[in-house]
């Protein structure tokens, strides 16, 4: 069964802390991205990549930077964390071109206090 | 700018009904469309798709259609079942596996 793997499914963090959301998937998907999910607003593109140390900014960039050393794994960082980042964090990988959907992985719920 | 949009927050219908959820999209560049399901503290899953070549794809209880000039998609339930209870995102790109662009969401409750 392929599978995407975020690596906490609960997170509490500080205000300002450095924090680091890893995802890793076994399916060797080229493309790679990074969601979050908030109540009314859906899920908003923050990163993604298509290859490895490619990247690309999503709708919503800011205060987010991302990694992607190796094809598997895709590293959501927060540089400092506030508030407004308490959120689902999604990680979802995808083949190229590929007639499917996204495969997400369970989401990481962050709470920054 | 919300280029998908799902004006409907919420739906409730009954078992064995049929359930519509709708979707609009602003983008005329969009050409892949897909639907995804999610229950709570879990991550979507895939549910089905169209490309905008067509304007129908039929999955077993599942069937999205497609009006390219309304630009409107529709995903059709039935019958429903009270598994089916659950948030619905249609979510669009140009381009399959590319970059997609969500709805806010619709979240179905059928009643037994």
């Known amino acids: 069964d392929v599978k995407v793997t975020q690596s906490s499914r609960y997170l509490v963090k500080r205000t300002g802390e450095k924090v680091f959301l890893e995802c890793v998937q076994d399916?060797?998907?080229?493309?790679m991205f990074w969601y979050r999910q908030d109540p009314g607003l859906g899920l908003r593109l923050i990163y993604f990549?298509?290859?490895?140390?490619?990247?690309e900014k999503g709708d919503i960039p800011e205060g987010y930077s991302v990694s992607r050393e190796k094809k598997e794994r895709f590293s959501l960082i927060l540089e400092s964390a506030s508030t407004n980042q308490t959120s689902m964090y999604l990680c979802?990988?995808?083949?190229?071109?590929?007639?499917?959907?996204?495969?997400f992985g369970s989401g990481t719920r962050l709470t920054v206090v | 700018d919300q280029q998908v949009k799902q004006n409907s927050p919420s739906l409730s219908v009954q078992e064995g009904r049929i359930s519509i959820l709708n979707c609009d999209y602003t983008?005329?560049?969009?050409?892949?469309f897909l639907w995804y399901k999610k229950y709570p503290a879990e991550g979507p899953t895939f549910l089905i798709s169209?490309?905008?070549?067509?304007d129908k794809n039929e999955d077993g209880r599942f069937t999205v259609f497609l009006n390219k000039s309304a630009k409107h998609l529709s995903l059709h339930i039935v019958p429903s079942q009270p598994g089916d209870s659950a948030v619905y995102f249609c979510?669009?790109?140009?381009?399959?596996?590319?970059?997609?662009?969500f709805g806010t969401g619709t979240r179905l409750a059928v009643r037994p």
């Open positions: 169209i490309s905008s070549i067509k």
């Open positions: 990549s298509y290859d490895v140390k490619m990247k």
């Open positions: 979510a669009a790109s140009v381009g399959s596996g590319d970059k997609l662009t």
């Open positions: 983008n005329s560049m969009f050409d892949y």
């Open positions: 399916m060797d998907h080229e493309n």
């Open positions: 979802a990988s995808v083949r190229l071109q590929a007639n499917y959907g996204y495969t």
